[in-house]
């Protein structure tokens, strides 16, 4: 199952992202008699708020780092080694059961330079990402199947052509009254002339007086509508030629993940796969049916991507290199 490499959704819109953790080698497994399990964390480090620019919202230890205070989530469980992992929250630390405290805060100090590192590097992805946040306005654009899509306040100026008709939206949003005649569709996607390098347009029967709110949530119902449609349409290319038969298909929000695949065939996709290139959303519904022949990531697997994807790596690639900015 594909993991999500957003920041800011959730897609932490907030969405994507989530971004994907950078995880630290591991400290190896100390030689010689295991020592006692200590008490729970929680019972016996509870920082006070730091004065350090570094601090996770499950924060329950925090340590000093060449200089700089470091709130991190410490966790045990059945592990053999100590593992980092740095993530948009901040710093987690898993350990196993029965290693002291002591050791923890030893091997925090051999990798502060790698922590530190990554924390401002996740730091100054977020910063980026923000300053990319969607601003919902009339004349907003946004990403769309490789290509961009202008929304609008309004009405088209002519008809819309035919082919858009099933990706309408005629259902209402929130309250707002919209400036429309009965049967009017809500949301209209209106396609560029051929060979514009003008994008395509959304226009949204809503007042000049609705708030961002209103126009976010009517522009993201129309794209969850279309995003069901062509997610079964390329789900229905796919499954032929790898064998197998998908059942349900259900749109997902998640934060940590792009799609998923069960057993039984049901398959959840992410609707803001639509702001990807179509090369790179077709990888995932792949990737998502070639689980239902292997549940897992074996060579088997990524063999069977392959055949109706060869360039899957690529596309992979810049899947996780590609950032949404926060919805």
Do not use: C
């Amino acid at each position: 199952m594909e993991q999500l490499s957003l920041l800011g959704l959730a897609p932490a819109p907030e969405a994507p992202s989530a971004a994907r953790a950078n995880s630290a080698p591991p400290v190896p497994k100390r030689p010689g008699k295991p020592s006692p399990q200590p008490p729970s964390p929680a019972a016996t480090t509870t920082p006070s708020a730091p004065t350090g620019l570094w601090q996770h919202p499950q924060a329950n230890r925090q340590a000093v780092l060449q200089g700089q205070v470091v709130a991190y989530w410490f966790r045990r469980g059945q592990r053999r080694t100590i593992g980092f992992s740095v993530g948009p929250q901040g710093l987690s630390v898993s350990a196993p059961r029965w290693t002291a405290l002591s050791a923890v805060d030893e091997a925090l100090q051999t990798k502060a330079a790698w922590v530190l590192s990554k924390l401002a590097q996740v730091a100054q992805r977020h910063e980026v990402l923000q300053a990319a946040r969607v601003d919902w306005a009339d004349g907003t654009v946004l990403a769309w199947l490789g290509g961009s899509l202008a929304v609008r306040l309004g009405q088209p100026s002519g008809p819309v052509p035919a082919t858009v008709a099933p990706t309408a939206l005629t259902t209402p949003i929130a309250s707002v009254k919209p400036p429309r005649r009965r049967g009017q569709p809500l949301v209209q996607h209106q396609s560029a002339e051929p060979g514009s390098q003008q994008p395509d347009t959304l226009w949204v029967a809503l007042p000049a007086s609705a708030t961002p709110a209103q126009l976010r949530d009517a522009v993201q119902a129309w794209m969850m509508q279309a995003a069901h449609a062509h997610f079964v349409r390329r789900l229905d290319h796919f499954a032929p030629l790898l064998g197998v038969r998908w059942t349900v298909l259900k749109l997902s929000g998640a934060a940590t993940r792009w799609g998923s695949a069960k057993a039984d065939g049901s398959i959840r996709l992410h609707w803001r796969l639509m702001q990807f290139a179509p090369a790179v959303l077709d990888y995932v519904v792949a990737h998502e049916l070639a689980h239902l022949r292997h549940m897992d990531h074996s060579d088997r697997f990524w063999q069977t991507v392959a055949s109706v994807v060869p360039d899957y790596a690529a596309l992979r690639a810049r899947l996780k290199g590609e950032r949404l900015p926060p919805w």
